[in-house]
């Protein structure tokens, strides 16, 4: 049998890489890649302020912090509210005294709560469907926690990186959905195509203040959100909904080549991630990178 690709090991990080610097994450849930984000860049030396509305969840990731001696503040808070966003900011610069790196990583795929197991028999009306048959609830909820939330982000974050003038750096998830289309979920892709412009503009508005601005955009990546995801895709198959696209493409490069045809893990999306925020990615801002195993090569 042939070998697949190691993955980034969850053990592995830079010693003192982010000492002194005070990292904010939406999206800290334990087990995503905001969560992976954080325990490594707490590992690192970064002071890490993670922000989610899954009360268990990123209690997990706070913990798991603290537990290796790292330091770390949970935020309950929905950020498709602006004076939430705009708390949380605040909340981050009262804790730590200021804000250096960011990641916004706090998206959903269909219109339900996150912090509520899935029930598709009874929230159809908040599933992803073709544009003909998509409802007003699902598109609004995708749309403010996918776009609008990492607008108000994005805006108190500026303010407050704008006042320091110390300059920052910020890594927004947006995904294959915000390159290319995405069968069957349009507000996830049009929401994930909205990112990607935010990307782009606020890295050319803010260049000039010493602020580095760039995404990350991946295929299928082994977190909560996706296999959630999955469940509904083969729900909505046996129920004969849905797109009849979404089998035309089912698999990266990278995971064609595996085995048991893994996704990305969130440890290699972090890896990434952390190397966007580092001093390494100096030169880099307005990127919108395909970290996707290959998937928008072809």
């Not at 910020?170 to 994930?192: F, H, Q, R």
């Not at 990350?216 to 895709?233: I, L, W, Y």
């Amino acid at each position: 049998m042939k070998n697949g690709i190691t993955p980034v090991d969850p053990a592995t990080f830079f010693p003192n890489r982010f000492l002194g610097k005070t990292l904010f994450v939406t999206g800290a849930a334990h087990g995503s890649i905001g969560g992976a984000t954080a325990e490594r860049a707490a590992k690192e030396g970064a002071r890490v302020f993670c922000v989610d509305r899954k009360p268990e969840a990123l209690r997990k990731t706070v913990n798991e912090i603290t537990a290796i001696g790292g330091t770390a503040i949970g935020h309950l808070a929905d950020i498709s509210d602006p004076h939430a966003a705009q708390g949380a900011v605040d909340a981050c610069v009262q804790q730590f005294g200021g804000l250096h790196l960011v990641l916004n990583a706090a998206g959903v795929m269909d219109g339900n709560d996150p912090a509520l197991p899935p029930d598709f028999e009874n929230t159809t009306h908040l599933l992803p469907a073709p544009l003909h048959a998509a409802t007003d609830a699902y598109w609004h909820n995708v749309m403010n926690a996918n776009i609008n939330g990492m607008f108000f982000c994005m805006r108190a974050q500026l303010r407050q990186m704008m006042a320091q003038e110390t300059g920052g750096a910020i890594v927004n998830i947006g995904s294959i959905a915000g390159l290319t289309g995405l069968p069957g979920n349009p507000a996830y892709s049009a929401s994930k195509h909205a990112v990607t412009g935010l990307t782009r503009n606020a890295a050319i508005d803010y260049a000039a203040h010493g602020i580095r601005i760039n995404s990350v955009n991946m295929a299928q990546t082994d977190t909560p959100m996706v296999f959630r995801a999955m469940e509904f895709v083969k729900w909505a198959m046996e129920k004969g909904m849905g797109s009849g696209m979404a089998s035309f493409k089912s698999a990266s490069l990278l995971a064609a080549h595996e085995p048991d045809k893994r996704g990305a893990t969130p440890w290699e999306q972090a890896a990434i991630i952390l190397f966007l925020l580092s001093p390494d990615a100096s030169n880099i801002t307005g990127a919108c990178l395909a970290t996707d195993g290959g998937w928008t090569a072809f």
